[in-house]
């Protein structure tokens, strides 16, 4: 069993920036893709960056491509998301996940373990 505990989260205005973190216990963590996942209230889950598991390759959502980068530091069992220019549609409750596997992968089912969140405000 993985555990993840996910912080950093908190109140920005646009243009902001903030830097999510990811902690995960219970098993060595460098045999699992990250992603960031990211949900909004009344809205489904989306995906917004992962990993590999060697750092080595990263997958991006459209809308944060080019304002947010995937970080992960195996040695520290950690992970980390850079958010700049935040607008106040990046406002949701942000969730680290992890799958077993190289591919960072983008759709929420193929990811096995999950934190809690923490969420993001992005005031206008």
């Known amino acids: 069993q993985v555990h993840l505990v996910e912080s950093g989260g908190g109140l920005v205005q646009t243009g902001g920036s903030l830097r999510l973190s990811c902690a995960a216990s219970?098993?060595?963590?460098?045999?699992?893709?990250v992603a960031w996942f990211r949900q909004a209230p009344g809205r489904e889950r989306e995906f917004v960056a992962a990993?590999?598991?060697?750092?080595?390759?990263?997958n991006y959502a459209n809308s944060v491509k080019d304002r947010f980068i995937i970080l992960r530091f195996n040695d520290d069992n950690t992970a980390f998301l850079e958010m700049n220019n935040l607008k106040p549609d990046d406002t949701a409750v942000y969730l680290c996940?992890?799958?077993?596997?190289?591919?960072?992968?983008?759709?929420?089912?193929?990811?096995?373990?999950w934190g809690q969140g923490t969420p993001v405000t992005v005031s206008s």
């Open positions: 990993v590999t598991w060697s750092g080595r390759g990263a």
């Open positions: 996940a992890l799958r077993r596997g190289v591919g960072a992968v983008n759709y929420p089912s193929a990811y096995e373990f």
């Open positions: 219970g098993r060595t963590f460098d045999k699992y893709a």
